[in-house]
């Protein structure tokens, strides 16, 4: 049971750069799906939430600049980010949600944008 996260890296500041999630033991469509970042020294912040029926929700910080998208059909959850800031530097998190909470975390992955 496991969210193995991909994808991240280094960018300059108003490039764009995907991050995935992809699961395996889990019935994934029964999930609703989060993303997280952790900047360094900070705490851990929510980014986006995508339902089990394709509807996502935003941070204030990213909207309009993030879009998460799922893939039932493959077990995969994406975020992709264009016009990224340095202040978008952090390891970004997924994490598979159920009506208990969150039950399931990605192992993360590092995203640093340059300026």
């Known amino acids: 049971v496991q969210l193995q996260a991909s994808g991240g890296g280094l960018v300059q500041a108003g490039r764009s750069l995907s991050v995935s999630c992809a699961a395996s033991g889990i019935i994934f469509r029964n999930y609703v799906l989060d993303w997280y970042r952790q900047a360094p020294g900070k705490q851990r912040e929510w980014v986006a939430r995508?339902?089990?029926?394709?509807?996502?929700s935003y941070a204030d910080s990213v909207r309009g600049r993030f879009t998460a998208s799922r893939d039932n059909a493959k077990n995969t959850v994406s975020l992709r980010m264009n016009s990224l800031k340095p202040e978008d530097t952090a390891v970004y998190y997924c994490a598979a949600e159920s009506y208990l909470g969150i039950e399931l975390w990605g192992q993360g992955t590092q995203v640093t944008v340059s300026s």
């Open positions: 995508i339902t089990n029926g394709g509807s996502a």
